[in-house]
């Protein structure tokens, strides 16, 4: 689960002056009660990586597999539709309520990283599709995830790199358009717990949490939608993006709507269909044997 873009402030080059819990408190109350409208917007654009995720994490029939961050559940149903025994965990109850209906055969938890109800060597795969920008302290998440995974298991996330693609710098654009636009701060990480969010970062996170055979792959694709479906994450202040539109003053909301619609013009072709340019990153590695 994740927003692919925020017009405000990123946290890599933060101090750390304050604790990390902090970043997780934010992120709780800004994906709070969004499970219908992350479900309406995100939920398709995220699906894109889940296919080479779940190869990548060498799921299967028969496996055990954790699904972190699960968000509505998408990545779930691809994995139980392989034949594999599905956990699925999320921070936000309406997330999981969504995830449930889709899913039945799968055990959903509400559960926070690294705070989990495992042991180790529990599963054959531990995933998460877009969930590592959640982390408030990302290395201390990702060893408590390599813990419970089996020798010889996977591990395999994907995530945002730091470098935008058009599709991702929609609103960032428009917010830089618009006068009055105050972007939203989150609280530092700790520079200590911190990586670089380019392939030779996720690949060096994955290293140093003692996994072997680490391999990154770049995924791009084009995602189709609309003007109108694009702008519900806003409108309905899902996620960081519309969390920080929706504590604007009136008079700079409206701007940032028209501003919108010209940035979205340009990105849309003449049956209406808004093509918007994504990239990921994903990152697989090898758990040698239990820390």
């Known amino acids: 689960m994740a927003e692919p873009e925020d017009p405000s402030t990123s946290p890599q080059n933060s101090q750390p002056s304050q604790a990390s819990p902090t970043y997780d408190d934010a992120e709780r109350v800004l ?19 889940i296919p ?3 190869d990548g994490a060498g799921v299967q029939d028969g496996s055990a597999l954790l699904d972190v961050g699960t968000g509505t559940g998408t990545l779930v149903r691809a994995a139980v539709a392989r034949g594999a025994r599905v956990t699925a965990v999320d921070a936000e109850p309406s997330m999981l309520a969504l995830a449930r209906g889709k899913a039945p055969e799968a055990e959903f938890l509400l559960a926070v990283v690294p705070d989990l109800p495992f042991e180790p060597d529990t599963f054959d795969a531990v995933v998460g599709n877009f969930v590592l920008d959640h982390f408030g302290r990302p290395k201390v998440a990702m060893r408590a995830l390599r813990a419970i995974a089996k020798p010889g298991g996977r591990v395999a996330f994907t995530l945002w790199p730091a470098e935008r693609s058009a599709g991702r710098s929609v609103f960032s654009r428009t917010g830089a358009m618009t006068e009055g636009w105050i972007p939203r701060q989150m609280p530092p990480l700790v520079l200590a717990d911190d990586y670089p969010r380019t392939e030779e970062g996720l690949a060096g996170l994955f290293r140093e949490i003692g996994l072997a055979d680490v391999t990154t792959t770049v995924i791009d694709w084009e995602h189709l939608t609309t003007a109108e479906e694009w702008w519900i994450s806003m409108g309905s202040g899902v996620g960081p993006s519309g969390r920080t539109y929706q504590a604007q003053t009136p008079e700079v909301r409206a701007a940032f709507h028209e501003n919108y619609l010209r940035v979205a013009a340009e990105m849309t072709d003449a049956e209406g269909t808004m093509r918007l340019p994504y990239r990921a990153l994903l990152a697989v590695g090898t758990v040698v044997d239990s820390e």
């Open 52 to 54: 080479a995720l779940l």
């Open 31 to 49: 994906w709070a009660d969004a499970g219908s409208g992350y479900e309406a917007v995100y939920a398709a654009l995220c699906a894109h990586t």
